[in-house]
């Protein structure tokens, strides 16, 4: 279905009915629907603007997969969970503004080569593994109070990342979490951190790197690496 009232491009309106055609460009989603559901908009290689309703609740399973043309999305306050692989590869994507009152990240922006800034919502416990992996241009993560676990390759090779401050709330660091981060030469560390598993750091620039002291097992060289 198209909305021929646009002077300039067609608007797809996405009803959750039918697959949603490749060469769509502009899509407005239904004020109906409740859940963008699993591959639903995968490889819209030509996808530019998407417009998604209050009300929004879930963005599935590979959503927005490959999605190459995306630049900006506004997620809308209703949602509360976005799934894996949600906006894989979606390449030119360099805004984003996640809810406050989302409870459910998956692995959601990997290979986001142009995303710059992310905030990490309260609801946020775990950053779940390969989150923001491969995210090149990220240069600024804001980590709220309630984060409690950064799992395996949650940042590596974030390469535009210099500077990290994590929460006090926060108590594992897994393995990979931020190798290939070669600019990071500063990570703030809180005491509450319990657990910095394998190469946690490997292949950072850090000047200095201090063990919080519920840290009770530990090589340095293990966790920095090369």
Known sequence: ???????????????????????????????????????????????????????????????????????????????????????????????????????????????????????????????????????EALANVVFSEGLQEIEETAFSNCKSLVSVTLPSSLKVIGEEAFQGCDQLNEIHIPDTVESIEARAFNGCKLVSFRVPPLVTKVDIDDIVGD
């Open 1 to 135: 279905m198209e909305d021929g009232s646009s002077d300039i491009q067609s608007v797809y309106i996405y009803n959750g009915v039918g697959e949603v055609p490749e060469d769509a460009t502009h899509v407005r989603v239904d004020p109906s629907i409740t859940v963008i559901h699993q591959q639903a908009f995968r490889n819209c290689k030509k996808l530019e603007h998407i417009e998604l309703p209050e009300g929004l609740v879930r963005i599935a399973f590979s959503a927005f997969r490959r999605c190459k043309s995306l630049k900006r999305i506004n997620i809308p306050s209703t949602v509360v969970g976005i799934g894996f692989d949600a906006f894989l590869e979606c390449e030119k994507l360099c805004h984003i503004i996640l809810p406050q009152g989302l409870q459910t990240l998956g692995h959601a922006f990997r290979y986001c080569k142009s995303l710059q800034t992310i905030n990490i919502p309260p609801g946020i416990e775990v950053i779940k593994e390969r989150t923001f992996s491969g995210c």
